[in-house]
């Protein structure tokens, strides 16, 4: 039998019968007031951007926002002898502590609510990963995407970082809210969840003129301007739809057919990969930009003038060669069917060097997309085949994860699946 705490009675109507639900309710109806006072505070005249982020709605924050500059992101494990039950618990427990983190107010149990309650613009993305099925009982409706990814010839994966049962992308303006929602989310989930393996990143957005998903990476390079829109209208990319053969509800209907429980979520594929700054430092600014096919000063393409301008692959050199490198990195990831295309937010990583190692630093790769199998693996697997970036990157772990659909009012993460 899992423990049953004192937070556990007050949070799980599941369990505790009505005075458990009763709490449930206002304690929801508490964040929503506090919601509604915070949400005000953000649309004053002077705030650039909202400082808090909805967690309540059909989908999850997360995914199409422009990505916060710092991130964590934490591989949790369900407990030997795992049941549905379980999995509910941990959402119920999730759903009340993030909707709380979100609002800029500390869960219930915190022990530092200041630290929760200056609005950073916090969004925690929660995903499920093959395990999280199996303990459900719910194999027989697993997305047939929810599996490992391929083996690619460039990946030198290594324990540290497997796949996981669940994930939470934990993302905010502060570092502070990143680790204090970090904190507050895996003690929390004990024993329903323990966690695994945290990987941290940052990011910088190029201008606030230019809030989106383009930053700089630590090879210097504009990384992210080649994406699906993010308005809406390349949602059938990003979003799963509402499942055709559930009759859904409709909403979702443009959108992909959803696997059940799913619609209003999408994939997240999550892949470490080692950039060597030592090997780079050795290439000079031309090797560096043929190896990409693009500008490092201003990510333009290296036919164009500015970012935005498209690629010409035909163009070629006073020798006749192609300009764009048929192996270079943007012509090897560009699609090559119309639905290979994916979201990416990834972030950097630095973390410190093992003795006698100067740098370790690399990518949090990470990408949305509505079917990786369909979206991201042909890409991954032509640039595992040959990209002049390989040269100095290194794929060490590999993950994917469905991310779940936003939980709508008086509903807990995941409810369209476990219900
Ligand atoms: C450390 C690893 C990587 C680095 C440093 C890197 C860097 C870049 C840069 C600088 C660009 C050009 C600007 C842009 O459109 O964003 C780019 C484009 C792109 N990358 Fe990567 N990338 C990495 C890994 C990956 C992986 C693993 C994938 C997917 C499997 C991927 C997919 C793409 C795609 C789809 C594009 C846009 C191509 C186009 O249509 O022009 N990248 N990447």
């Known amino acids: 039998m899992e423990g049953l705490d004192r937070r556990a009675v007050l949070r799980t109507g ?4 009505g005075a458990g639900a009763a709490a449930v309710a206002a304690t929801h109806l508490a964040v929503e007031a506090n919601r509604a006072g ?7 005249p002077t705030a650039v951007r909202p400082a808090v982020l909805p967690f309540r709605g059909s989908r999850q924050s997360g995914v199409v926002d422009a990505p916060q500059p710092f991130a964590a992101f934490v591989g949790l494990d369900l407990p030997e002898g795992a049941t549905r039950l379980t999995c509910r618990r941990l959402m119920r427990v999730w759903t009340d502590d993030i909707e709380r983190l979100m609002a800029a107010r500390g869960p219930l149990t915190d022990l530092e609510p200041e630290l929760a309650a200056v609005p950073s613009r916090l969004s925690v993305t929660v995903a499920v990963g093959p395990g999280f099925y199996a303990a459900a009982g719910l194999d027989a409706v697993r997305p047939s995407w929810l ?15 497997p796949q996981t049962d669940v994930l939470l992308q934990i993302r905010a303006d502060s570092p502070v809210s990143v680790a204090h929602a970090a904190r507050r989310l895996v003690v929390g989930a004990e024993p329903l969840a323990v966690q695994r393996w945290v ?14 998903m383009p930053f700089r990476n630590l090879f210097g390079q504009v990384d992210g301007t080649v994406q699906p829109a993010t308005d809406g209208s390349d949602d ?30 999408t994939s997240l594929v999550i892949r470490r990969i080692a950039m060597n700054l030592d090997t780079w430092d050795q290439i000079d600014r031309a090797g560096r930009e043929h190896a990409v ?10 036919t164009g003038r500015v970012e935005a301008d498209l690629p010409d692959l035909a163009a070629t050199d006073d020798l006749g060669f192609p300009v764009i490198d048929p192996v270079s990195h943007v012509r090897r990831a560009m699609a090559t069917e119309p639905h290979e295309r994916i979201l990416r937010a990834p972030y950097s990583y630095d973390d410190p060097p093992a003795p006698g190692q100067r740098s370790n630093c690399g990518l949090v790769f990470v990408s949305f997309q509505a079917d990786p199998v369909r979206q991201f ?10 990209d002049l970036l390989n040269i100095w990157t290194t794929p060490l772990s590999s993950g994917v994860y469905a991310v779940l659909p936003g939980a709508q009012a008086g509903e807990d993460l995941g409810a369209a699946l476990l219900d």
Do not use: C
């Open 377 to 386: 693996v042909p890409i991954q697997q032509r640039l595992a085949e040959a």
């Open 14 to 17: 599941l369990l505790a019968g």
């Open 147 to 161: 599996a490992p990814l391929p083996a690619f010839a460039v990946d030198r994966l290594n324990r540290d970082w």
């Open 236 to 265: 059938r990319l990003v979003w799963l739809g509402a499942d055709p053969a559930t009759g859904g509800d409709g909403a979702e209907a443009a959108g992909t057919p959803a696997p059940k429980g799913l619609a209003g979520g």
């Open 38 to 44: 915070v949400g005000s505070r953000a649309a004053a």
């Open 293 to 302: 096919g693009r500008r490092l000063g201003s990510g333009a393409p290296l």
């Open 199 to 212: 990987q941290r990143g940052f990011r910088e957005p190029l201008t606030d003129a230019r809030p989106g």
